[in-house]
């Protein structure tokens, strides 16, 4: 082990603050190409080019496009988590923390489109079967905080109860994400924007309506 580096089977975790700010630095960069243009269409040369370092200080932090992509991947799922889970839960109830789910992420996406990269990486990653299980358990996550939100409803008698709250998730974050990558390919570029959220706002609507209880 090199002194004053930490090392994981993925990459070096600098000891020093101005190790960790480059790393910082590396992980907003790739996220905001990966976002962009996807994990396939990125290549090493891309990465190093953006990130304003040489080939050695890159591959000192990260051996692999690969394992630049992982970090990328966790670095965002823990934002998500983060930012969204705290707005959510800081609604009083399981219906209103349904109701604030959307717009907190539309918000979250409009302010760094580069935390949209975890989607797509998640996508093109889990083909991998090497990277395969490390990348599935960033959906698990996600999933499991939507469904304690819907299982808590449905105790509450704010939701609707029946379905089952994993389920529910699945479907959940399948069509917000599903509906993004159809935007992409009807309006592509800056015009999705405005089509995404008129979209995903209709979609909330038809959930309120099958899911939250009349009060």
Do not use: C, N
Request: charge should be negative; avoid cysteine; glycine fraction near 6%.
């Amino acid at each position: 082990m090199l002194s004053g580096v930490k090392e994981t089977h993925t990459q070096r975790v600098p000891a020093t603050a101005k190790g960790e700010a480059t790393r910082a630095h590396l992980l907003r960069t790739a996220a905001a190409i990966f976002a962009e243009r996807g994990y396939a269409a990125t290549t090493q040369s891309d990465l190093i080019a953006a990130s304003g370092l040489t080939k050695g200080a890159f591959y000192f932090y990260f051996r692999s496009k690969a394992d630049l992509a992982l970090a990328v991947l966790q670095e965002q799922k823990g934002r998500w988590l983060t930012e969204v889970g705290e707005r959510v839960l800081a609604e009083p109830t399981a219906s209103q923390q349904l109701r604030a789910l959307v717009p907190t992420m539309l918000d979250l996406i409009s302010r760094e489109p580069a935390a949209w990269s975890v989607t797509r990486l998640t996508r093109e990653l889990s083909a991998d079967p090497a990277l395969a299980a490390d990348v599935s358990k960033v959906p698990a996550e996600w999933l499991a905080f939507i469904a304690d939100v819907i299982q808590r409803g449905q105790a509450d008698g704010d939701l609707r109860a029946g379905l089952k709250p994993e389920l529910v998730a699945a479907v959940l974050v399948g069509a917000f994400d599903g509906l993004k990558d159809l935007t992409d390919v009807l309006e592509p570029g800056d015009r999705g924007g405005v089509a995404f959220t008129e979209r995903v706002h209709t979609f909330l609507a038809l959930v309120e309506l099958a899911l939250v209880t009349p009060a």
